[in-house]
């Protein structure tokens, strides 16, 4: 089954510098590769995604890159601020499961130091 | 917020007990799951429905059990609860599949 590796677990970055969460995974297969955002106390929500006949995109101060042939992925987040702070989960949707199934990476601790 | 609420929000119950969490939805989305949250672990999927009485397992389903009798309801039973069941579980709902998942404000379970 799909497996995604997250790196770093935490990460300490001072506001304005970029930061910068890489995700691996196993699946070939494996079309959807969404990010989620998860605050203190809060629930996760999706701050961009991406399929895999896209190499990259950008929503403002976010960016997503997919390699397919290394199968791994990246989030960017530039001009950090400090209520970027929180958990990211990176996570991916293997075909095979018909899209039912999103395995999701152990997270990131992002700080944003001001 | 889309709409979807859980209950209870917080429950503590004993080793050995049946415990069930309600996720209610407005959205009329097919899709729901049930994740668990765990430090070091991310969210893991526990079940998932693809439609009134549809469910299916996820990666992690020992010791649970789920029902979807309404489109809006899905809910998730513990048969017999365990202290590894401690957890915060979040249900989240889904238009399509491989799309964005929309979570619910989870509930904290504690097993003692």
């Known amino acids: 089954g799909e497996n995604v590796e997250q790196h770093p677990s935490t990460l300490s970055v001072q506001e304005g510098d970029s930061a910068v969460i890489k995700c691996t995974y196993s699946?070939?297969?494996?079309?959807?590769f969404p990010w989620y955002k998860q605050e203190l106390g809060k629930r996760p929500q999706l701050i961009i995604d991406?399929?895999?006949?896209?190499g990259e995109k950008k929503d403002q101060r976010i960016a997503v890159t997919l390699n397919k042939t290394a199968k791994h992925f990246s989030l960017h987040i530039t001009e950090t601020q400090p209520e970027d702070s929180a958990v990211y989960f990176c996570?991916?949707?293997?075909?095979?499961?018909?899209?039912?199934?999103?395995?999701f990476g152990a997270g990131t601790r992002l700080f944003v130091k001001a | 917020d889309a709409g979807i609420t859980q209950s209870p929000r917080h429950k503590v119950t004993e080793t050995g007990t049946p415990v069930t969490l309600r996720c209610h939805q407005t959205?009329?989305?097919?899709?729901m799951y049930w994740y668990r949250q765990d430090p070091g672990h991310g969210l893991r999927l526990i079940h998932y429905?693809?439609?009134?009485?549809?469910?299916d397992k996820g990666e992690v389903s020992d010791g649970y059990s789920v029902s979807r009798s309404k489109t809006e309801d899905f809910l998730l039973t513990l048969e017999s609860a365990t202290s590894s069941q401690t957890s915060v579980y979040f249900c989240?709902?889904?238009?399509?599949?491989?799309?964005?998942?929309?979570f619910g404000p989870g509930t904290r379970l504690t097993v003692l």
């Open positions: 989240a709902i889904s238009e399509s599949r491989g799309t964005e998942q929309f």
């Open positions: 699946d070939s297969a494996s079309n959807y």
């Open positions: 991406i399929r895999s006949n896209v």
């Open positions: 996570a991916a949707s293997p075909k095979w499961t018909g899209g039912f199934k999103t395995i």
């Open positions: 959205e009329n989305h097919r899709y």
């Open positions: 429905s693809y439609g009134v009485k549809d469910t």
